[in-house]
């Protein structure tokens, strides 16, 4: 084979210096015609725009792959586009299935980002594409479940993702996994208020009512100062004085007794609880129309009334903006 003389080398040198010229200024074009893009999409999004914002993030994408926030942005696109009320329809569902595959691909992309910003979209990627499962979208709790059972173990001391998987279960009916979940909440965050809210919401639903107190009592001794702790656990005592018809009237008396203490603790915490006060006055007048004595009666009615006029005289100073 003849071989190259020093000016073909030079020319050839040239030809391959230029392509490779050439290619990295393609490369610049196209970096620069996708941020102008990703900008387009980003303005058509916050304008609610989701037809034109969805084109313009498959531009996007197609111009650089490597912007991977627009995934995330895709879907979300696609997901508003979705209408529920034409859930069976074959175009409407794949608007759904199409945010499917970019919360997907947002998850497992920007999860391996160092930068934090993409971390935290990497978690509302997976949060979004649970609810794409959930009963007023694809209505798809298995499909959901593994999607939340990797965000516990990204985040094993985020409670929200216990509670996500908890509503799966118990509108699974599978009870025992829902309390499990709960549970699991609690030793994650034992000082998150919510968790404890979380169970005694559980057990009421359940009719578990001692559980219910328990839980509640349990997120009081967490806030002790906290006077919408105590008030809470009023309002489920009265509401369970009210209406279970099939309490003993020992049984509510108790009930009102241990109301009207947690009650009054709210309002040793803070006494111009307007709530609390109203919910005094209710339970004062269950505890009036269980007392067989009509003087103590009429002793528990005047004071509801006087704590019905207290509350009210609070309503309107609120409402006027009058602050004590």
């Not at 696109?77 to 608007?95: I, V, W």
């Amino acid at each position: 084979m003849r071989s190259l003389s020093g000016a073909s080398l030079v020319f050839v040198a040239m030809l391959a210096l230029g392509s490779f010229t050439a290619s990295v200024g393609c490369a610049k074009i196209g970096e620069i015609r996708a941020k102008r893009l990703f900008q387009e999409a980003n303005q058509a999004y916050q304008q609610q725009d989701y037809k034109k914002s969805a084109s313009l993030y498959e531009d996007t994408l197609a111009a650089n792959p490597e912007l991977i926030q627009a995934y995330f942005f895709l879907g979300n696109s696609y997901d508003n586009l979705f209408k529920p009320s034409k859930k069976g329809e074959a175009e409407n569902d794949q608007l759904m299935q199409k945010a499917i595959d970019n919360y997907q691909k947002a998850a497992e992309k920007l999860s391996a980002s160092p930068k934090p910003e993409d971390k935290k979209l990497s978690k509302l990627s997976l949060e979004y594409l649970v609810a794409s499962y959930g009963a007023d979208k694809l209505n798809d709790p298995a499909k959901a479940e593994p999607v939340v059972q990797k965000m516990i173990q990204l985040e094993p001391g985020e409670p929200s993702n216990y509670f996500a998987l908890a509503n799966i279960y118990e509108q699974a009916g599978v009870y025992d996994e829902t309390e499990r979940m709960l549970l699991a909440a609690k030793a994650a965050k034992p000082s998150d208020p919510a968790v404890y809210m979380q169970l005694a919401g559980y057990y009421n639903r359940q009719g578990h009512f001692d559980k219910t107190i328990e839980a509640l009592e349990e997120r009081a001794s967490k806030e002790p100062n906290n006077p919408v702790a105590f008030y809470t656990i009023a309002t489920y005592y009265w509401d369970e004085a009210y209406r279970d018809f099939k309490l003993k009237e020992a049984e509510k008396k108790a009930y009102v007794q241990k109301g009207v203490e947690a009650v009054d603790r709210a309002l040793q915490i803070k006494a111009d609880y307007m709530e609390a006060l109203v919910y005094k006055n209710l339970l004062l007048r269950l505890e009036a129309n269980m007392e067989k004595d009509v003087t103590k009666q009429q002793a528990l009615l005047k004071q509801a009334d006087q704590l019905r006029d207290k509350a009210e005289e609070l309503r309107k100073k609120k409402a006027a903006g009058i602050t004590s």
